[in-house]
């Protein structure tokens, strides 16, 4: 009874999908995955960037100290 439940479920939620990925264009869908990855690629190499530079920045501080 319950994996006739689950299957029931699982198989109406990939109908829904494939509904829904014949709807929307395929070349949409990669444009957005596309712009995704250049904004999160633009934040991580941001965040990268500042954490090299603070410890350019503390390495140099060190020297000067000692």
Same mark, same amino acid.
């Given at each position: 009874?319950? &994996?006739? =439940?689950? =299957?029931?479920?699982? %198989?109406?939620? &990939?109908?829904?999908?494939?509904?829904?990925?014949?709807?929307?264009? =395929?070349?949409?869908? &990669?444009?957005?995955?596309?712009?995704?990855?250049?904004?999160?690629?633009? %934040?991580? %190499?941001?965040?990268?960037?500042?954490?090299?530079?603070?410890?350019?920045?503390?390495?140099? @501080? =060190? @020297?000067?100290? &000692?």
């Amino acid at each position: 009874m319950v &994996s006739n =439940l689950f =299957l029931y479920l699982f %198989f109406r939620e &990939s109908e829904e999908v494939r509904w829904r990925m014949n709807k929307t264009p =395929l070349i949409k869908v &990669s444009l957005y995955l596309f712009c995704g990855m250049v904004f999160f690629e633009c %934040f991580l %190499f941001k965040t990268f960037f500042k954490y090299l530079s603070n410890m350019h920045y503390c390495i140099n @501080k =060190l @020297k000067f100290i &000692s």
